[in-house]
């Protein structure tokens, strides 16, 4: 995952209350784009965390400015108008039900598919709301998101000595990649001290199945990346409850206002597991509400996802079944949102 971010303003603060914090929570990875050295960066950051921020990156706080206010001024439209822009079934605006599978989080959004034409026209009778306007701000801010995507691909390509170096973004540049935009808010939540909980769940804990997420963040805490040392540590840590939207005691660590980048389900495939999709989640808080957008960058469905040879090293096996994109999506998406997703196309 990448997360998007101005420059100097982060803050990590550890809000779990159950354990010591490790030493390097202070230094989670900084990718500067600018910088030659930034493709080992890339590789070691998927390594050893999954997700990295980054800075110097090609995106205008412009397209970013554009299309967060023009998120604003959807959403502040009354229910009745928005609920017109929905169902998402699984594109069109969504509230509180996220996917197919009965899954509930304190979340309302929009779902659009970058590849084939969405109809812009379900945003006409939203007030204040006109359908160019946010065609054209969701264009420049994908296009601007995407090719930083692939400047990414590439750098880890070549800091993984992998040739030739588009193996990953010709995946998203080909025009029939399919990949996903996402406009979350989460409103603030509620009092619920009576519940002796701080938080609600805004979007459960997930792994992303496509290749790449690039999330940027208005200046509100909220998203939860669970550190990969946490994860084998039993899941009595994790309770949840209240119609599985309140939560207690985690081992995350939270981001606010970044554009991050997180490694995926099908880059966990292709690198033979080498690198591991990040578990992450959203908390809403009683102060502000958050503002999020995310560009899911996934390959044509017809694309064949297998461990890439030239990862495998020496008698090394691979540990995936082939599979097309299509097929793996079609089972994701009837999944439950806290799944292992991989499971299903696991050798062994
Ligand atoms: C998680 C990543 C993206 O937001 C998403 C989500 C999708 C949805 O909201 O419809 C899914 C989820 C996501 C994975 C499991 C299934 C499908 C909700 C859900 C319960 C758009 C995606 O591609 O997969």
Redesign the pocket.
């Known amino acids: 995952m990448v997360v998007l971010t101005e420059p100097d303003t982060d803050h990590l603060p550890i809000i779990n209350n159950s354990c010591k914090s490790p030493s390097f929570f202070n230094d989670i990875p900084v990718i500067d784009l600018s910088k030659p050295d930034s493709k080992n960066l890339i590789v070691k950051a998927c390594e050893e965390f999954g997700f990295f921020k980054v800075v110097n990156h090609d995106v205008p706080m412009e397209f970013i400015s554009k299309l967060e206010s023009e998120a604003i001024k959807f959403f502040s439209s009354p229910l009745s108008e928005k609920l017109k822009a929905g169902p998402a079934d ?1 594109f069109g605006y969504g509230n509180k039900q ?2 197919q ?1 009965g ?1 509930i989080g304190w979340v309302e959004y929009i ?1 659009l598919s970058t590849n084939c034409e969405f109809n812009y026209q379900k945003f006409a009778s939203v007030l204040g709301v006109n359908p160019e306007s946010i065609r054209a701000a969701v264009n420049d801010y994908v296009s601007a998101v995407k090719k930083m995507s692939c400047e990414i691909l590439e750098k880890l390509a070549e800091g993984l000595k992998i040739h030739p170096t588009n193996v990953f973004s010709k995946l998203l540049k080909d025009e029939k990649s399919d990949s ?1 935009f ?1 406009l979350n808010h989460y409103p603030q939540c509620p009092d619920i001290q009576e519940f002796n909980v701080k938080n609600l769940i805004g979007f459960g804990e ?1 792994t ?3 290749i790449i997420s690039v999330l940027r963040s208005n200046n509100t805490s909220g998203l939860q990346i669970l550190l990969k040392m946490a994860i084998g540590f039993p899941c009595h840590l994790i309770r949840i409850h209240f119609s599985s939207m309140l939560a207690t005691r985690c081992r995350y660590i939270t981001y606010t206002h970044q554009i991050l980048y997180l490694s995926n389900e099908i880059v966990e495939v292709m690198t033979n597991g080498r690198f591991k999709s990040v578990k992450h989640r959203v908390l809403t808080n009683t102060l502000k509400s958050r503002l999020s957008m ?1 560009y ?1 960058g996934g390959p044509p469905l017809s694309e064949k996802i297998a461990p890439l040879p030239s990862l495998m090293e020496g008698e090394e096996s691979s540990l995936y079944k082939e599979f097309t994109w299509f097929e793996y999506k079609k089972s ?2 009837k ?3 806290a799944e292992n997703r991989l499971t299903l196309f696991e050798k062994f």
């Open positions: 699984p996220i996917g599978s899954d779902l996903v996402r997930h992303d199945p496509q995310i899911f994701a998406f999944s439950r949102l």
